[in-house]
């Protein structure tokens, strides 16, 4: 372990920050942007294909240099350093941390431990640039000679988010006559009801698990291959329907894929910033594997937007510094991701897992508890459908909830005037957040007095606009980047480790203790607390009579 870095909250920029926030605390976006005529421009960047407007936000100048100056204070700049320079920044598990090097061009040499694991990612690139083009030009058959129509993931979490987010996101470019799914959860009705739609002679499995132990993708796995045995009656089927993207070789040989059917990757890829590794195998199945490398293109180049700009002209670390205002200094705790495309109604769930995962954390790297916030709860859904759920509360609710507007200029669908309506939406929402409609206002147009309150709108409700010319495959790579070092910003700042998951592994070893507990023909004796042990016997009495 490296020497301890000292709390965040002693730097002088921290302090200077909560007493800037007090005197912030009551001042109006309206005013803010009546002062200053310039303000739009002040506050909005453009890099990497990403427009930028972050001006309806609660901040000024003053508090933009001194958010700046705490991202110097906490060594931000070398933490950063240390990440693209394959250090084992995650301290817990002595790993490097580079997603990054799945993106890199293969000119480029990054090293691990002395060795370059460039070319080793573009091997696998190739190979399941390979292999993706077999499948999708029928190259590549099934067992009884059928082409593939289904490719299905079985993976979970950072094996699956990230595919399965993809996919429906790049649906677009996608070979339309190959179906793409996703099996995640070990309740059987995920698998049963995908297996209900598909035909075993054209369906390919990717069982896609890093470590290859991963207790709900090992039940479906087997599951889907006693299916597909079942149904094309050969055990031999197995090797031609099922393919392995692991870290972990001799489990995939004991699961019996031959390891000519894994792509490989590497314990220096977090799962849940894998996406660009061979768990993007269906993904590349899908659109292509030009158009993958698409993908990467784009998050490579908002990689070198964040490791080159200036804290003050860097896109992740404004998002970053802005987040953490509202989160350590204005008292938010979450903050909602809005997409005003379709096609991106599963990134915030993916960015659910990126940030919370990521984030989540309740000590610093040293170990120390936190005195401060960390990770904020991140949610969000698609435009407009939010605005007609859950937007009454971002407008006049209680609760300060900073948001993130993503919209595109371009539609890929267009269709008589949709996208325009979409857009006059994704617009009207962040001026309604901001400046809100006062009781002078509602009552100048007539609105009965005892209706004013209700009808009024406080505004001064933070939002980020990031507008994008068109959803292609190299703007989604940059938005998935942008998020991730965003992530990365917030967590170098609040000295806690954001590439570890350790909050996961106490539920999972309670439910493989409970497990034979639920099944044993014996009573057995239970050593829970008195609401498990009930929990428990019930569910076995109902068991009993099903
Ligand atoms: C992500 C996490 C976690 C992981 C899943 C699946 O960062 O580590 O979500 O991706 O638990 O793990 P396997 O890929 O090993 O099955």
């Known amino acids: 372990m490296t020497e301890p870095r000292p709390s965040p909250t002693t730097l002088p920029a921290w302090i200077a920050l909560t007493e800037h926030a007090?005197?912030?605390?009551?001042?109006?976006?309206?005013?803010?942007?009546?002062?200053?005529?310039?303000?739009?421009?002040?506050?909005?960047?453009?890099?990497?294909?990403?427009?930028?407007?972050?001006?309806?936000?609660?901040?000024?100048?003053?508090t933009l240099g001194l958010l700046v100056a705490l991202a110097e204070q906490a060594g931000l700049r070398e933490r950063l350093t240390a990440m693209f320079a394959g250090e084992p920044i995650n301290e817990t598990e002595k790993r490097a941390v580079l997603h990054v090097a799945l993106r890199a061009p293969r000119s480029a040499s990054i090293l691990v431990g002395g060795d370059d694991v460039v070319p080793k990612v573009h091997e696998v690139l190739d190979?399941?640039?390979?292999?993706?083009?077999?499948?999708?030009?029928?190259?590549?058959?099934?067992?009884?000679?059928?082409?593939?129509?289904?490719?299905?993931?079985?993976?979970?979490?950072?094996?699956?988010?990230?595919?399965?987010?993809?996919?429906?996101?790049?649906?677009?470019?996608?070979?339309?006559?190959?179906?793409?799914?996703?099996?995640?959860?070990?309740?059987?009705?995920?698998?049963?009801?995908?297996?209900?739609?598909?035909?075993?002679?054209?369906?390919?499995?990717?069982?896609?698990?890093?470590?290859?132990?991963?207790?709900?993708?090992?039940?479906?796995?087997?599951?889907?291959?006693a299916?597909?045995?079942?149904?094309?009656?050969?055990?031999?089927?197995?090797?031609?329907?099922?393919?392995?993207?692991?870290?972990?070789?001799?489990?995939?040989?004991?699961?019996?894929?031959?390891?000519e059917r894994m792509f490989g990757f590497w314990d220096w890829v977090g799962g849940r910033y894998s996406l660009p590794s061979a768990v993007g195998l269906s993904l590349m199945i899908a659109i292509g594997p030009a158009r993958f490398r698409e993908l990467l293109g784009g998050m490579h180049e908002m990689d070198e937007h964040f490791r080159t700009a200036p804290f003050d002209r860097n896109l992740p670390v404004i998002l970053g510094l802005i987040g953490l205002w509202y989160n350590d200094f204005l008292g938010a705790e979450s903050y909602a991701v809005l997409p005003y495309d379709q096609y991106l109604s599963r990134f915030p769930a993916y960015l659910q897992q990126l940030d919370m995962e990521s984030n989540g954390k309740g000590v610093d790297l040293a170990g120390r508890r936190v005195t401060y916030q960390t990770?904020?709860?991140?949610?969000?859904?698609?435009?407009?459908?939010?605005?007609?759920?859950?937007?009454?509360?971002?407008?006049?609710?209680?609760?300060?909830?900073?948001?993130?507007?993503?919209?595109?200029?371009?539609?890929?669908?267009?269709?008589?005037?949709?996208?325009?309506?979409?857009?006059?939406?994704?617009?009207?929402?962040?001026?309604?957040?901001?400046?809100?409609?006062?009781?002078?206002?509602?009552?100048?147009?007539?609105?009965?007095?005892?209706?004013?309150?209700?009808?009024?709108?406080?505004?001064?409700?933070?939002?980020?606009?990031?507008?994008?010319?068109?959803?292609?495959?190299?703007?989604?790579?940059?938005?998935?980047a942008l998020y991730?070092?965003?992530?990365?910003?917030?967590?170098?700042?609040?000295?806690?480790?954001?590439?570890?998951?350790?909050?996961?592994?106490?539920?999972?070893?309670?439910?493989s203790r409970i497990a034979p507990e639920l099944t044993a023909e014996t009573e057995p004796e239970l050593r829970h607390d008195s609401s498990t042990n009930a929990l428990i016997r019930r569910y076995r009495a109902g068991r009993r009579r099903s």
């Open 127 to 225: 190979r399941m640039s390979a292999f993706a083009d077999a499948v999708r030009s029928g190259a590549l058959v099934g067992h009884t000679g059928k082409r593939f129509r289904h490719v299905v993931n079985l993976g979970i979490g950072g094996s699956d988010l990230g595919p399965a987010m993809a996919c429906q996101a790049l649906r677009h470019y996608s070979d339309r006559t190959i179906d793409s799914r996703f099996v995640s959860n070990v309740d059987g009705t995920d698998l049963a009801e995908t297996l209900r739609a598909i035909d075993p002679e054209s369906t390919l499995f990717i069982v896609c698990s890093k470590t290859f132990t991963t207790l709900e993708t090992l039940e479906n796995a087997k599951s889907a291959r």
């Open 484 to 511: 991730e070092h965003k992530v990365f910003t917030q967590g170098a700042i609040w000295n806690i480790n954001s590439f570890d998951q350790w909050g996961v592994e106490l539920g999972k070893k309670l439910a």
């Open 22 to 62: 007090e005197r912030l605390r009551t001042v109006e976006l309206r005013t803010l942007f009546a002062e200053d005529p310039g303000r739009a421009e002040r506050f909005s960047h453009e890099a990497a294909g990403i427009f930028l407007d972050y001006s309806k936000n609660r901040i000024t100048s003053e």
């Open 375 to 480: 990770g904020p709860v991140v949610w969000g859904e698609p435009g407009t459908n939010g605005q007609h759920a859950f937007f009454q509360l971002l407008h006049q609710g209680t609760k300060l909830v900073p948001c993130d507007f993503i919209g595109f200029v371009r539609s890929l669908n267009p269709l008589g005037s949709h996208h325009d309506q979409l857009m006059a939406n994704f617009f009207a929402q962040t001026e309604a957040l901001a400046f809100g409609k006062s009781a002078e206002e509602v009552a100048s147009e007539g609105v009965a007095a005892e209706l004013v309150p209700h009808r009024t709108f406080t505004g001064n409700r933070p939002s980020n606009t990031l507008l994008l010319d068109e959803l292609t495959p190299a703007a989604l790579g940059r938005l998935i």
């Open 227 to 259: 299916w597909l045995v079942d149904r094309l009656g050969s055990a031999e089927a197995v090797a031609r329907h099922f393919v392995a993207v692991s870290t972990n070789a001799e489990e995939v040989k004991r699961f019996g894929i031959d390891t």
